[in-house]
């Protein structure tokens, strides 16, 4: 190393989630031998970072625990990462540059940093019902919360076939979650509190197609009304008098940013803590990403958001790109629930009958579909894609790139799932003379015909005189239904 | 032992022969019957073709006496190509390779050969490139074609054969992936072999266009071009998530699953759906459909090996048959299709940069030992490797490239990505000879240019996409004063000095020494003679001895990596090397047509041929069409930051509005090439042929323009 080279700068990174973990890889992406950087992660977790999208497949019983893991446990020596799990970030002092760590089983120990990002991400609200919570904090028997690996793994291993639950909540995650269950056999209460499912990512038609889509999996719903009282082995009481049996609860009302430690470091602080473009808290050593970040224009709770941060700072922190701009995500949010494709994106409130947009709209809940599709100067600004999987695919794509929608609006909101066109095959009497009948040799009907009239009274002869037939051999039917044809008419 | 003809018709006698198409890997069988003044073709029963044949083997007799054809060495005087004597131009073409070799070093002479030369041809053309020229530099068209696939299989398996399996064992599946594969448009008769699949409903193709393979499928998954990477990975997330992931054959028969899988863990169906636009729901269908089959078969083709990222892409596919426990076993596995003629020969024998022949790399001691001593030079005499096709394309000329260069079987003016560039670089060449059997357009640039045998004027062997070794025989003589390739190598070979004997001129004698050479390589010929071909055995490399049946199906027991087991290999997804943007909104893809093959030097010259598709075009879909002020059958400029391509507009419903698609057969304005990217593969050295960002505009000139012919003086 030569007598110019500098230390690295200290980052040190609060939270080994999703968001964490991507930062330190994008970071030894751009600076594989830690000459510019040095990494620190903290996570609170005792276990690698893993996959917190997968995890409504470990809840479903598709996937076990290892597989979604993100790294090895080699990952941080290989990568010249220090990696401390099962500690805590407890404390920020912005003026020395500090943050106190409490390991397990130790004490406090200070850290140093030239730059310090907090990914802390976020946690469960736990809304006030009697019952649901001990004195000391802890869940009651029998309630699980819907945001860990560990949760997941008590979740799966109460959910038996059978098994009465009762999921609080019906936004995304709660859908999930219902869904998954449904599918080991519970037999699945959702408690939402405002009169339609998923009611921020939908709006209301979209929310009744997918509870009657739901409800043939065998889920009930409770909607407009709030969880009252639970009583472990035995159920929840409603506050509209009503009651769900459930040996099991499944919380799921939503997520609270993590903001504390921000907070109580005198960080800018609204539902989020409030970053800039180049992902700067108030404090511009202090950086924040992910769910616990809140940037004008992102929606909460996507991995993706989280992952074009973590791309940014690793290039502003690195000095890759040092313009590098977080400029919010175009983010499509997919309901991951077999047998259900759900799609939602941008502005789904617009109505058909709004003066400022295009609104399309298809409502066919008998079929558990529907389709809105929000224009604005002919690009797409929104829409929700219920049961028509494939314009879902092609109505988001051009959602994120921003590419003109297709004329044919109807054709593009429905996709493949509108009736092909009747393409029944012609009669070989109706058929064009000019109707290429074998693509492989490029013969015409009329050129079987010709054939025919001079004398080639066969398939096979009409093989050997126009080579229809001879390459692929998939008209061989249709060569055949004309010679019967022409020999009908003769 | 497995024989496809009766042993009667071995003493064929001139004028009449069981041969192979002269066209792609499919290697059709067909007889050639010459009569007074005609020759015809026929399509004949052999297991690839099923008595098929599609209209470019039907019109291929067209060819041997076609008015295009070459019949005199031509020589460059004053600025024109002129009839020169063979003396005059084998004496001219040794001349200045000796001169610009001794001046400026062995080095600076190169050659480029080509996938549809035979095994003899291309083993000669290496050997003659290593001993009598002394170069590192050469490589063919071959790295345009399938050297994605060669390394991804390679990494995989420990070796690269095309499919590893006959063709026939495809009709026993009851699903087959196609990635970016058109067989029925570009080798018609092998779609037979997937009417099993798609009569069980298990068809699935992937392509970002509606091709006639896509509209045959029962599940076509139209990505993105340039996105085929990420398609993979999340079909493989679906089929592990959905918990379809053969364990027991991921234990016992691969390693290296828990890094791949931590990668294709990231690209779960909604997030790669939103890169590609492949439904969620259809990845999931299609992991279902190939997991749920009885047999099953991934084959990928150049849709999805054509790109920078090309060998990881065939990685990720290659990645999804082993977690679905598909190569190695009876009745099911990966496969690529290969494109040319010997594609698969081709890249066996010594005329890539980096390797010797019987599959052996150039960088190998023991390799480098064997091969010196047969060919009777030391093996530090041996040149090294060499830069790939592009890149020794890209220097001609320069101060570090080629100065000389010698063609075979190439037409890279056409052929080559950054068609412009790779012209203009021609040109600066001191001196640039071809062989040829018509004036390509690489040939009119020569200075001197050889007029070569085809097809039906020689007997060699081709290795087809399969892997079997076949005889293609002299069935007609060839016009007079034309002389096979292998005359010209020993025409040039002896006047550099070297002993007659070191480079024959008779097909079998090349191949005997191939043999030999081969032998204990990784596609060891060893076993293989002209007389087993003629009596029809079929025989798949390797084949170490002549009582050996061959290997048709070479992974059943194991896998070629010493210790017998596959490797999954982590690879993720980062896109390609060119995005659009405002200035150029549009994807380029580039492919095949029916009518066509490859540069179209030879299809171009057949009138049967041009009726069907006589102009380029450019697919467009017709908003995209109306977006640029264009309609059906108007005169389009294609503009990338490279080029622009002159092309007629068709307007198809079914393509992709982000999307148009260039054919690559013609040629001068109308080449494709002029707009494709030039960026390459880092493993394999591929360039990104299937996908550019451009423009669209109105052509302001003539609008359908026949392509003028460079006539010779």
């Given at each position: 190393?030569?007598?110019?080279?500098?230390?690295?700068?200290?980052?040190?990174?609060?939270?080994?989630?999703?968001?964490?973990?991507?930062?330190?890889?994008?970071?030894?992406?751009?600076?594989?031998?830690?000459?510019?950087?040095?990494?620190?992660?903290?996570?609170?977790?005792?276990?690698?970072?893993?996959?917190?999208?997968?995890?409504?497949?470990?809840?479903?019983?598709?996937?076990?625990?290892?597989?979604?893991?993100?790294?090895?446990?080699?990952?941080?020596?290989?990568?010249?990462?220090?990696?401390?799990?099962?500690?805590?970030?407890?404390?920020?002092?912005?003026?020395?540059?500090?943050?106190?760590?409490?390991?397990?089983?130790?004490?406090?120990?200070?850290?140093?940093?030239?730059?310090?990002?907090?990914?802390?991400?976020?946690?469960?609200?736990?809304?006030?019902?009697?019952?649901?919570?001990?004195?000391?904090?802890?869940?009651?028997?029998?309630?699980?919360?819907?945001?860990?690996?560990?949760?997941?793994?008590?979740?799966?291993?109460?959910?038996?076939?059978?098994?009465?639950?009762?999921?609080?909540?019906?936004?995304?995650?709660?859908?999930?979650?219902?869904?998954?269950?449904?599918?080991?056999?519970?037999?699945?209460?959702?408690?939402?509190?405002?009169?339609?499912?998923?009611?921020?990512?939908?709006?209301?038609?979209?929310?009744?197609?997918?509870?009657?889509?739901?409800?043939?999996?065998?889920?009930?719903?409770?909607?407009?009304?709030?969880?009252?009282?639970?009583?472990?082995?035995?159920?929840?009481?409603?506050?509209?008098?009503?009651?769900?049996?459930?040996?099991?609860?499944?919380?799921?009302?939503?997520?609270?940013?993590?903001?504390?430690?921000?907070?109580?470091?005198?960080?800018?602080?609204?539902?989020?803590?409030?970053?800039?473009?180049?992902?700067?808290?108030?404090?511009?050593?202090?950086?924040?990403?992910?769910?616990?970040?809140?940037?004008?224009?992102?929606?909460?709770?996507?991995?993706?958001?989280?992952?074009?941060?973590?791309?940014?700072?690793?290039?502003?922190?690195?000095?890759?790109?040092?313009?590098?701009?977080?400029?919010?995500?175009?983010?499509?949010?997919?309901?991951?629930?077999?047998?259900?494709?759900?799609?939602?994106?941008?502005?789904?409130?617009?109505?058909?009958?709004?003066?400022?947009?295009?609104?399309?709209?298809?409502?066919?809940?008998?079929?558990?579909?529907?389709?809105?599709?929000?224009?604005?100067?002919?690009?797409?600004?929104?829409?929700?894609?219920?049961?028509?999987?494939?314009?879902?695919?092609?109505?988001?794509?051009?959602?994120?790139?921003?590419?003109?929608?297709?004329?044919?609006?109807?054709?593009?909101?429905?996709?493949?799932?509108?009736?092909?066109?009747?393409?029944?095959?012609?009669?070989?009497?109706?058929?064009?003379?000019?109707?290429?009948?074998?693509?492989?040799?490029?013969?015409?009907?009329?050129?079987?015909?010709?054939?025919?009239?001079?004398?080639?009274?066969?398939?096979?002869?009409?093989?050997?005189?126009?080579?229809?037939?001879?390459?692929?051999?998939?008209?061989?039917?249709?060569?055949?239904?004309?010679?019967?044809?022409?020999?009908?008419?003769? | 032992?497995?024989?496809?003809?009766?042993?009667?018709?071995?003493?064929?006698?001139?004028?009449?022969?069981?041969?192979?198409?002269?066209?792609?890997?499919?290697?059709?069988?067909?007889?050639?019957?010459?009569?007074?003044?005609?020759?015809?073709?026929?399509?004949?029963?052999?297991?690839?073709?099923?008595?098929?044949?599609?209209?470019?083997?039907?019109?291929?007799?067209?060819?041997?006496?076609?008015?295009?054809?070459?019949?005199?060495?031509?020589?460059?005087?004053?600025?024109?190509?002129?009839?020169?004597?063979?003396?005059?131009?084998?004496?001219?073409?040794?001349?200045?390779?000796?001169?610009?070799?001794?001046?400026?070093?062995?080095?600076?002479?190169?050659?480029?050969?080509?996938?549809?030369?035979?095994?003899?041809?291309?083993?000669?053309?290496?050997?003659?490139?290593?001993?009598?020229?002394?170069?590192?530099?050469?490589?063919?068209?071959?790295?345009?074609?399938?050297?994605?696939?060669?390394?991804?299989?390679?990494?995989?398996?420990?070796?690269?054969?095309?499919?590893?399996?006959?063709?026939?064992?495809?009709?026993?599946?009851?699903?087959?992936?196609?990635?970016?594969?058109?067989?029925?448009?570009?080798?018609?008769?092998?779609?037979?072999?997937?009417?099993?699949?798609?009569?069980?409903?298990?068809?699935?193709?992937?392509?970002?266009?509606?091709?006639?393979?896509?509209?045959?499928?029962?599940?076509?998954?139209?990505?993105?071009?340039?996105?085929?990477?990420?398609?993979?990975?999340?079909?493989?997330?679906?089929?592990?998530?959905?918990?379809?992931?053969?364990?027991?054959?991921?234990?016992?028969?691969?390693?290296?699953?828990?890094?791949?899988?931590?990668?294709?863990?990231?690209?779960?169906?909604?997030?790669?759906?939103?890169?590609?636009?492949?439904?969620?729901?259809?990845?999931?269908?299609?992991?279902?459909?190939?997991?749920?089959?009885?047999?099953?078969?991934?084959?990928?083709?150049?849709?999805?090996?054509?790109?920078?990222?090309?060998?990881?892409?065939?990685?990720?596919?290659?990645?999804?048959?082993?977690?679905?426990?598909?190569?190695?076993?009876?009745?099911?596995?990966?496969?690529?299709?290969?494109?040319?003629?010997?594609?698969?020969?081709?890249?066996?024998?010594?005329?890539?940069?980096?390797?010797?022949?019987?599959?052996?790399?150039?960088?190998?001691?023991?390799?480098?030992?064997?091969?010196?001593?047969?060919?009777?030079?030391?093996?530090?005499?041996?040149?090294?490797?060499?830069?790939?096709?592009?890149?020794?394309?890209d220097a001609l000329g320069t101060e570090h490239g080629v100065k000389a260069l010698l063609v075979f079987g190439s037409n890279v003016a056409v052929s080559a990505p950054g068609a412009d560039r790779v012209t203009n670089r021609l040109a600066e060449l001191d001196f640039l000879a071809v062989a040829d059997i018509v004036l390509s357009e690489t040939a009119a640039m020569a200075d001197v240019?050889?007029?070569?045998?085809?097809?039906?004027?020689?007997?060699?062997?081709?290795?087809?996409?399969?892997?079997?070794?076949?005889?293609?025989?002299?069935?007609?003589?060839?016009?007079?004063?034309?002389?096979?390739?292998?005359?010209?190598?020993?025409?040039?070979?002896?006047?550099?000095?070297?002993?007659?004997?070191?480079?024959?001129?008779?097909?079998?004698?090349?191949?005997?020494?191939?043999?030999?050479?081969?032998?204990?390589?990784?596609?060891?010929?060893?076993?293989?003679?002209?007389?087993?071909?003629?009596?029809?055995?079929?025989?798949?490399?390797?084949?170490?001895?002549?009582?050996?049946?061959?290997?048709?199906?070479?992974?059943?027991?194991?896998?070629?990596?010493?210790?017998?087991?596959?490797?999954?290999?982590?690879?993720?997804?980062?896109?390609?090397?060119?995005?659009?943007?405002?200035?150029?909104?549009?994807?380029?893809?580039?492919?095949?047509?029916?009518?066509?093959?490859?540069?179209?030097?030879?299809?171009?010259?057949?009138?049967?041929?041009?009726?069907?598709?006589?102009?380029?075009?450019?697919?467009?879909?017709?908003?995209?069409?109306?977006?640029?002020?264009?309609?059906?059958?108007?005169?389009?400029?294609?503009?990338?930051?490279?080029?622009?391509?002159?092309?007629?507009?068709?307007?198809?419903?079914?393509?992709?509005?982000?999307?148009?698609?260039?054919?690559?057969?013609?040629?001068?304005?109308?080449?494709?090439?002029?707009?494709?990217?030039?960026?390459?593969?880092?493993?394999?050295?591929?360039?990104?042929?299937?996908?550019?960002?451009?423009?669209?505009?109105?052509?302001?000139?003539?609008?359908?323009?026949?392509?003028?012919?460079?006539?010779?003086?």
């Open positions: 190393m030569n007598a110019t080279a500098r230390r690295p700068r200290k980052v040190v990174i609060a939270g080994y989630g999703m968001a964490g973990a991507r930062l330190a890889e994008n970071i030894r992406a751009r600076d594989p031998r830690g000459e510019r950087l040095s990494v620190t992660v903290v996570g609170a977790e005792r276990h690698a970072a893993y996959n917190r999208v997968l995890l409504s497949s470990v809840v479903a019983g598709t996937l076990p625990r290892d597989a979604v893991t993100l790294h090895p446990e080699s990952w941080a020596a290989e990568h010249d990462v220090t990696l401390r799990v099962g500690a805590t970030v407890r404390g920020i002092d912005t003026a020395a540059r500090t943050v106190s760590v409490h390991d397990p089983g130790g004490g406090p120990t200070a850290l140093d940093y030239d730059a310090l990002v907090l990914a802390q991400g976020s946690s469960p609200w736990i809304p006030p019902v009697d019952g649901l919570v001990h004195e000391d904090g802890s869940l009651a028997p029998g309630v699980c919360a819907f945001r860990t690996l560990d949760d997941c793994e008590e979740i799966a291993g109460r959910a038996r076939a059978g098994t009465p639950v009762a999921v609080l909540g019906g936004g995304l995650l709660g859908i999930e979650a219902a869904r998954g269950l449904a599918g080991r056999g519970c037999r699945v209460t959702v408690v939402h509190p405002h009169s339609h499912v998923m009611e921020r990512q939908l709006d209301r038609g979209a929310g009744d197609v997918l509870a009657g889509t739901l409800a043939g999996y065998g889920i009930e719903f409770r909607t407009g009304t709030t969880a009252a009282r639970y009583v472990p082995g035995d159920g929840v009481k409603l506050d509209d008098g009503g009651y769900v049996p459930a040996d099991l609860v499944v919380v799921s009302a939503g997520v609270r940013p993590e903001t504390g430690l921000a907070a109580s470091a005198g960080l800018a602080v609204d539902r989020g803590i409030l970053v800039d473009d180049c992902m700067r808290t108030s404090d511009p050593r202090v950086h924040a990403i992910g769910d616990c970040a809140q940037h004008p224009g992102t929606p909460p709770g996507l991995v993706q958001p989280a992952w074009d941060q973590a791309g940014v700072l690793a290039d502003l922190l690195t000095g890759a790109d040092s313009a590098g701009r977080y400029r919010g995500t175009a983010a499509v949010t997919r309901l991951k629930a077999s047998g259900v494709d759900l799609a939602s994106f941008g502005d789904v409130g617009s109505e058909p009958d709004s003066p400022e947009a295009e609104v399309v709209c298809l409502n066919d809940p008998a079929r558990g579909r529907y389709a809105k599709l929000v224009l604005r100067d002919d690009l797409v600004t929104g829409g929700v894609l219920l049961g028509v999987p494939d314009a879902a695919a092609n109505v988001a794509h051009h959602y994120t790139h921003r590419t003109p929608a297709p004329a044919d609006r109807l054709a593009f909101l429905l996709g493949r799932a509108l009736p092909e066109e009747a393409v029944r095959a012609p009669s070989p009497a109706s058929m064009p003379g000019s109707v290429t009948v074998c693509e492989c040799n490029n013969v015409p009907k009329s050129g079987l015909v010709d054939a025919w009239r001079r004398g080639a009274r066969s398939v096979a002869g009409l093989a050997e005189a126009t080579r229809a037939t001879t390459g692929c051999g998939s008209c061989t039917g249709l060569v055949r239904g004309i010679a019967d044809w022409l020999e009908s008419t003769e | 032992m497995q024989t496809d003809q009766p042993a009667e018709v071995q003493a064929a006698a001139l004028g009449s022969a069981r041969t192979h198409c002269p066209y792609c890997a499919l290697q059709c069988g067909m007889s050639v019957e010459a009569t007074q003044g005609a020759v015809t073709v026929a399509p004949r029963e052999f297991p690839t073709n099923g008595g098929g044949l599609c209209q470019k083997g039907w019109t291929s007799a067209a060819l041997l006496d076609s008015p295009a054809r070459l019949t005199t060495p031509l020589v460059r005087e004053r600025g024109q190509l002129h009839p020169a004597g063979w003396d005059e131009a084998l004496d001219t073409v040794a001349a200045r390779l000796g001169r610009i070799g001794a001046e400026h070093g062995a080095d600076a002479v190169g050659v480029f050969g080509g996938g549809g030369l035979t095994n003899e041809k291309c083993y000669a053309l290496g050997k003659f490139a290593r001993v009598a020229l002394g170069t590192a530099n050469i490589d063919y068209n071959g790295r345009f074609c399938m050297s994605s696939a060669a390394a991804a299989g390679t990494r995989a398996f420990g070796m690269d054969r095309g499919m590893p399996f006959p063709v026939t064992d495809l009709a026993d599946a009851d699903a087959i992936l196609l990635a970016g594969a058109n067989p029925v448009e570009t080798m018609p008769p092998f779609a037979q072999h997937l009417s099993g699949a798609s009569g069980c409903e298990g068809l699935v193709v992937v392509d970002p266009r509606r091709t006639p393979t896509a509209a045959r499928a029962n599940l076509h998954l139209q990505p993105a071009p340039g996105t085929d990477l990420a398609l993979a990975l999340g079909i493989l997330h679906a089929a592990v998530a959905e918990g379809h992931l053969d364990t027991e054959y991921v234990r016992t028969r691969t390693d290296e699953f828990d890094p791949a899988w931590q990668q294709a863990a990231s690209w779960w169906p909604e997030r790669v759906e939103r890169i590609t636009g492949v439904a969620a729901a259809d990845q999931r269908r299609a992991a279902a459909m190939l997991s749920g089959a009885r047999n099953a078969y991934v084959l990928t083709a150049r849709g999805t090996e054509q790109h920078a990222d090309g060998t990881d892409t065939v990685s990720g596919w290659i990645n999804l048959a082993l977690a679905l426990g598909l190569p190695g076993r009876a009745g099911s596995g990966y496969g690529c299709l290969t494109g040319q003629g010997n594609g698969q020969g081709g890249r066996e024998h010594g005329q890539k940069s980096d390797q010797l022949p019987g599959y052996r790399r150039i960088d190998d001691a023991a390799s480098r030992e064997h091969v010196a001593r047969q060919w009777g030079i030391a093996p530090d005499e041996l040149p090294g490797a060499g830069p790939s096709a592009y890149e020794l394309l240019v050889f007029p070569v045998t085809q097809w039906a004027e020689e007997d060699g062997t081709m290795t087809n996409l399969e892997g079997r070794v076949l005889l293609r025989r002299k069935a007609v003589d060839p016009p007079a004063g034309v002389r096979s390739d292998l005359e010209v190598l020993g025409g040039l070979a002896t006047r550099l000095g070297r002993p007659p004997e070191a480079f024959p001129c008779e097909p079998q004698r090349v191949f005997d020494e191939l043999r030999r050479v081969s032998a204990g390589g990784v596609a060891d010929y060893s076993g293989i003679t002209y007389e087993r071909l003629r009596d029809g055995v079929a025989l798949h490399w390797p084949v170490p001895d002549t009582d050996h049946p061959g290997t048709p199906r070479p992974f059943l027991d194991r896998f070629a990596h010493p210790d017998g087991r596959a490797r999954f290999v982590p690879v993720t997804y980062s896109g390609p090397a060119e995005e659009t943007d405002e200035d150029y909104p549009l994807l380029a893809t580039t492919g095949r047509l029916l009518a066509h093959y490859q540069s179209g030097a030879q299809t171009r010259n057949v009138d049967e041929l041009m009726a069907v598709d006589g102009e380029m075009f450019v697919e467009v879909h017709p908003d995209t069409a109306r977006r640029f002020d264009l309609s059906d059958g108007e005169a389009a400029t294609v503009t990338s930051r490279r080029g622009t391509v002159h092309a007629v507009v068709r307007c198809v419903a079914s393509m992709r509005m982000d999307t148009v698609f260039l054919p690559f057969h013609f040629p001068d304005d109308n080449r494709a090439n002029l707009v494709t990217s030039t960026a390459l593969d880092p493993v394999s050295g591929m360039p990104e042929f299937k996908v550019c960002a451009v423009r669209l505009g109105r052509h302001r000139g003539t609008g359908r323009q026949a392509s003028a012919r460079q006539e010779v003086a």
